[in-house]
């Protein structure tokens, strides 16, 4: 697909006015800003950010940047927007977290789960839309899920969600099983801290 425009606006030039394309399912990097000519070929472009960037580099590697395979798809995420990572909510009241989810490829979400004891227990967030077209999603799918008044012995909760796609991909909890030489495909549990005030207490 090749656009001029977003949301009926014409593109930035940073986003690559005056014509881009755009390849549903794969990376941002494979979505070529300031399109001159399509070329249809058997291999790969020769091109400095598809033969030599955007590649998972092993931990130990003997191979070439050229010989590595080029990242095309984004692993299952997702991503807490509210509440900020910070920000204060008041004890004793549920906590709306809402987010996002995605998948590469065009895999759909099943669902996202979001915990508040570091995986103990989990609860599922509803999903919009709820219903989706197999191996044809192409967009963010909007979550949200209402977190009863927890009673922490802290006055700090930290809110993970973790998304699951139409191919049971998961999101590992924690980058450290995903370390690369360049930090690509960091898909971990998406966490946000939040402050739980302490409670007043009035003296006589």
């Known amino acids: 697909v090749s656009t001029q425009s977003t949301w009926g606006v014409p593109l930035p030039r940073d986003h690559g006015y005056p014509i881009r394309a755009i390849v549903p399912g794969t990376v941002g990097a494979r979505n070529v800003k300031w399109l001159k000519k399509i070329t249809i070929s058997n291999e790969e472009s020769s091109h400095f950010w598809q033969r030599k960037d ?3 580099i092993p931990v ?5 940047m050229e ?3 080029s990242i095309q798809e984004i692993p299952v995420l997702s991503a807490i927007t509210s509440p900020i990572d910070g920000s204060t909510v008041p004890r004793g009241q549920e906590i709306e977290v809402k987010g996002y989810a995605f998948s590469g490829g065009g895999r759909g ?9 570091g995986g103990e ?17 192409w967009s963010w799918t909007l979550w949200s899920a209402t ?54 207490v009035v003296q006589l």
């Open 60 to 64: 130990t590697n003997s191979k070439k």
């Open 109 to 117: 979400i099943v669902n996202v789960d979001v915990t508040v004891d």
């Open 67 to 69: 010989e590595l395979p």
């Open 121 to 137: 227990n989990w609860m599922a967030a509803q999903l919009e839309p709820p219903t989706q077209y197999p191996n044809r999603v």
């Open 54 to 56: 955007y590649k998972l």
């Open 147 to 200: 977190i009863p008044a927890p009673i922490p012995s802290t006055n700090t909760l930290k809110v993970c969600s973790r998304a699951t796609d139409s191919s049971y991909n998961s999101q590992p909890e924690n980058p450290r099983v995903l370390w690369n030489q360049r930090g690509f495909l960091n898909n971990s549990w998406s966490c946000s801290t939040v402050v739980l005030p302490p409670t007043s």
